[in-house]
């Protein structure tokens, strides 16, 4: 004879014993290799909006000469809002400015930042993709001689943003099991 089990017997969600931290029932991703490597391409990609940051500020002389940098009072974004072409061009050209300078260099150092110290990774993957999202509709994909109408490095980047906020990829070679540790309200939620 079996036993059915009983509303005393079985353990609901709310009661069950909380995986030890550290754990593999604690992770996301239960594979360590893929851990590293979710926490790798999370380093790559903060590397991605960092650059930008010191490059456009000081001049480091890549894509940005020293007489451009923002320092030597140029605008980070009026270069690329003024060159760009097809049917958002006037939209974005217009909003070529200081306001702009600001809210495009705190958004991608913010970002960058995040991804860096694996912590905030929900935010900065909404932050860092409306970011990607509008340079992929200022570049306009659609004008014949792109390189690809449909899909191209900026919506890869938004793809990856959200995968590596989804799989808690800050808790690899970062501080985002701390973070959601402490009392910071929301950390372990919307902040994490």
């Given at each position: 004879?079996?036993?059915?089990?009983?509303?005393?017997?079985?353990?609901?969600?709310?009661?069950?014993?909380?995986?030890?931290?550290?754990?593999?029932?604690?992770?996301?991703?239960?594979?360590?290799?893929?851990?590293?490597?979710?926490?790798?391409?999370?380093?790559?990609?903060?590397?991605?909006?960092?650059?930008?940051?010191?490059?456009?500020?000081?001049?480091?002389?890549?894509?940005?000469?020293?007489?451009?940098?923002?320092?030597?009072?140029?605008?980070?974004?009026?270069?690329?809002?003024g060159s760009l072409t097809g049917p958002p061009a006037g939209l974005f050209g217009a909003l070529a400015g200081p306001v702009v300078d600001w809210l495009f260099m705190l958004g991608m150092l913010g970002t960058g930042?995040?991804?860096?110290?694996?912590?905030?990774?929900?935010?900065?993957?909404?932050?860092?993709?409306?970011?990607?999202?509008?340079?992929?509709?200022?570049?306009?994909?659609?004008?014949?001689?792109?390189?690809?109408?449909?899909?191209?490095?900026?919506?890869?980047?938004?793809?990856?943003?959200?995968?590596?906020?989804?799989?808690?990829?800050?808790?690899?070679?970062?501080?985002?099991?701390?973070?959601?540790?402490?009392?910071?309200?929301?950390?372990?939620?919307?902040?994490?």
């Amino acid at each position: 004879m079996t036993s059915v089990p009983t509303a005393a017997t079985t353990t609901s969600p709310s009661t069950a014993p909380s995986p030890a931290p550290g754990s593999a029932a604690d992770h996301v991703v239960t594979s360590a290799a893929a851990r590293r490597a979710l926490a790798t391409a999370r380093l790559l990609l903060a590397c991605v909006f960092l650059w930008p940051v010191a490059d456009k500020s000081l001049g480091l002389g890549y894509a940005t000469p020293p007489e451009a940098a923002w320092v030597a009072g140029a605008s980070p974004t009026a270069g690329f809002l003024g060159s760009l072409t097809g049917p958002p061009a006037g939209l974005f050209g217009a909003l070529a400015g200081p306001v702009v300078d600001w809210l495009f260099m705190l958004g991608m150092l913010g970002t960058g930042l995040a991804l860096l110290l694996g912590i905030g990774l929900r935010v900065a993957a909404v932050a860092g993709g409306l970011l990607m999202l509008s340079l992929w509709v200022a570049t306009w994909p659609f004008a014949p001689g792109s390189a690809n109408p449909v899909v191209d490095q900026h919506l890869v980047y938004v793809a990856v943003l959200a995968v590596l906020a989804l799989t808690r990829s800050g808790d690899t070679w970062g501080l985002g099991r701390a973070w959601a540790g402490s009392r910071v309200p929301g950390t372990s939620t919307v902040l994490r």
